[in-house]
């Protein structure tokens, strides 16, 4: 994982364009569950982290 301060988040599928010093990328959607709860974005390596307390719908 990269050394960038993940991002947390409060849904299961995020996306990212690589903004601010990666220049961007594509937009890429990250999905996260309860097995993974932290990911990386394969242009940039920023992560994304699910919040802990965040309400997950078991429709997701």
């Known amino acids: 994982m990269s050394d960038k301060s993940a991002i947390i988040v409060n849904d299961t599928t995020v996306s990212c364009e690589g903004k601010g010093d990666t220049g961007g990328h594509p937009r890429v959607y990250i999905k996260l569950d309860h097995h ?12 994304f982290k699910l919040d802990p307390d965040a309400k997950i719908s078991a429709a997701h």
């Open 36 to 47: 993974t709860n932290v990911a990386e974005c394969p242009y940039c390596g920023q992560a």
